[in-house]
């Protein structure tokens, strides 16, 4: 038995439009979603955004909530820093807007408002996006080596074809919304708040058996189960940021809190060949198992049976103490 | 038997100049061809490259093809968006150039012309630079770790060595040129449209010995196999942008599409030590099957053998019927 | 027995301050410390670090060393270019500073100066950030799944919780500098040079009992260990540049070395349950294994002991010689 090694390389492909009053009229291509934009054997696509343009390093009053919501300066510690804050507290207490105060905080400014995530996801159109997975794999012990490509596929198949359980089981271009639909969930639903689809292949082989039909089964599992009773940074986002240089010199920034579908391309397999030693053992062990019937019957014949007296004087044969024995003999 | 738990940290040094009519003299360094900047087990080098400088979002003609050529307005249907299209069609139907109409799309324009890569490779001069690779490994279950850089090895020398598998086993400082070289490729080639090599560290290791003979034995292996009849996205390449501001505030981009290689270090191992409890089940298996000898030889001469009733005689011995006994010892 | 297919995500939080002359008071966020902004199983926290600002191409002295510093033109080979080298010589020699000569290159000017690393760590508060690690886990064979936020903890619990090996062992959420404690570090010092942390989640179970009693324990293990002797680029850094655009179109970059903790969250474990297989072979070799009893029994008696002519005699039936026998038969 050998287990599988395994390089992968994927290729996301798509574009899409969005018009909305902040950012206007916009295309989003493979450059623009996908972050970063190689990783080993995993691929973001970012499917629902909250986007901070043109953050500034300065003072300005945090985020409304519980904690940083004060009546005067005596309710903001100069210096403090809660764990969802944005910046350092400069121990004053501002307008945040013409009704509510919040304490004022040395940060990027203005703060990320996230309290809402966009719905529907701001990149739906995500789920016609397709993703080419190309996967070597290698059985060190045997020098085994396929790709999931397999020979007997032809470029213009590769072209157009989109992977299907039943119809197209060996086309190793998926559309997004079908490995989601797959898996037993709703794309849409997943776009808003991310999470993480597993593409598994699995490259079970008998190699004793000719090399064709060692061949890639895929399937698709969502990998973070959401939990409706803990929605502690539920799904799947992280932030990042774009950073310019004004004319001045000065730095600014646009902060995105990117929520989208990580697709982890899990490859495992085991390959096997026919090997004499384990077989030995097990046929070993399972003789010796058979002694066990023989101890059995004895036993059911010696102690359980009627006539075990009978059994018992046929089976053993009774040995003289050695030493009367040999009296007896030199008795004689 | 344990499994290896490993860590992997990577450096790449080496520096190269361009000069091209687009780009001018440019020098690249580090932080220019690597990318991302930092990965867990694995780097890419960039070696080739396609720049489309100045894109902004507008309208802009498509790239010639089969599809996207068109004659007037009726070839180009509104809102449709290919596998391959750089934006959504705008529904007109433009000069691309002064012969060829094109469909116009909503996209990054002007949009990119990928349809030559640069041969020989635009950053050919990687062949020369270094990849230093330090890798820890732990035997979680003999509470055995050890690194590549090995106690007996000088700073000195780790500061000029070049691995080479007969001179140099044991420098961890890797030729880019050499990897490739060693796994039977040409860099050169490979540099054009990219492409995975493995360096495969294997730590097998018997710890009954002293630990000074666990030593790492290095591998070069190239992980995606070329198939000369499928070039569907052959080789290794990822689109990135950089994101620049103009002082209106708008923004603009530079589209990179990198082909190069990406150099994803495998470390597997197995350590063991003797366990006694292993060793009795293949004793006792091997036993076991001792017992085939027996049954075997009585087989032949209960059964094979001209003599097989004088020797069956003498084996058995034949229990009259009890109930046939006592009725002889009542006859009595 | 099967092993762990496990899907990590991973989220920092915390902001700090620092007021340098070269960047003046600058707030420090996740997306500005986090780099990549998202890995598979990794997070890297830059700590320290190293900024050349306002980097263009252009010629300029090399940082001085044994290799770089000159009298004349004569000391400096152009076209020429070290394994430290910012760039390619041009053979002049240029100075440095008033009192040294250096061999001019084609660079990012001005060339990156680390011959100094910050001490204490640039963003010595990192210690303080926190870590949200979510991890879900699956054992195909047993269609058994789990995730690290177990189903009996209130939302409030983790939102205010941090992770402690005696009073909350199940508290997803780390602190930076608790990690690094565990680990028997001091983060105030790997802070200034980096290195990498394994944070360990260990999933074994048994199942043939209940799951809820299948839970995560955590364990932190620094990875690269540090040697005295060899200082060959020690701890973990990386250079990345931030790249902007002049208003003339010409770029600049502010070249970063980075120094940090990378986070490694390594899943490990084995799930088993009763089978009846390889419990059977290990009777059967056991069985087997007593049967040696009756052979050394046999040997004592029949070899060994005082009276063994006797019992040899017991034990065997000597079958008499068959032509022999006949023959004494056809004699009677």
């Not at 060190?140 to 490509?149: A, D, Q, T």
């Not at 030995?280 to 075990?308: E, F, H, P």
Request: charged letters at 20%; proline letters at 4%.
């Amino acid at each position: 038995m050998d287990s599988v090694v395994s390089s992968v390389t994927t290729k996301a492909k798509g574009v899409t439009v969005t018009n909305t009053s902040t950012l206007g009229f916009r295309v989003w291509d493979v450059a623009d979603y996908v972050i970063p934009a190689q990783e080993e054997n995993s691929l973001f696509i970012m499917t629902n955004m909250i986007t901070t343009v043109n953050q500034t390093q300065g003072l300005c009053p945090e985020l409304p909530d519980k904690t940083t919501v004060c009546k005067s300066d005596a309710n903001c510690a100069a210096g403090s820093s809660g764990t969802h804050s944005n910046g350092i507290a400069t121990g004053r207490c501002v307008l945040f807007n013409e009704t509510v105060k919040t304490c004022e905080v040395a940060a990027w400014c203005p703060v990320e408002d996230d309290t809402h995530v966009p719905e529907p996801a701001f990149l739906k159109a995500a789920e016609n996006f397709t993703l080419l997975v190309k996967n070597n794999i290698w059985y060190p012990k045997f020098n085994f080596s396929k790709r999931n490509i397999l020979p007997n596929v032809t470029t213009t198949y590769l072209k157009s074809c989109i992977y299907d359980a039943i119809t197209d089981p060996f086309c190793p271009i998926f559309r997004l919304g079908k490995i989601v639909e797959n898996a037993g969930h709703s794309f849409q639903d997943m776009a808003i708040e991310g999470g993480i689809m597993g593409i598994q292949i699995n490259w079970d082989c008998n190699l004793d058996r000719t090399a064709s039909l060692c061949l890639p089964r895929y399937s698709f599992r969502r990998l973070d189960t959401r939990d409706v009773d803990h929605n502690v940074s539920p799904g799947y986002n992280f932030r990042f940021a774009k950073y310019y240089s004004d004319p001045t010199g000065a730095e600014h920034r646009t902060l995105i809190k990117a929520y989208g579908i990580r697709f982890d391309i899990i490859v495992f397999g085991k390959a096997g060949k026919f090997d004499i030693i384990p077989t030995m053992i097990n046929i070993g062990s399972g003789l010796a198992l058979l002694g066990v019937a023989t101890v059995l019957c004895d036993v059911i014949v010696l102690y359980c049976m009627k006539k075990r007296y009978y059994y018992r004087e046929k089976k053993y044969k009774y040995v003289e103490d050695y030493e009367q024995g040999l009296g007896s003999e030199m008795d004689q």
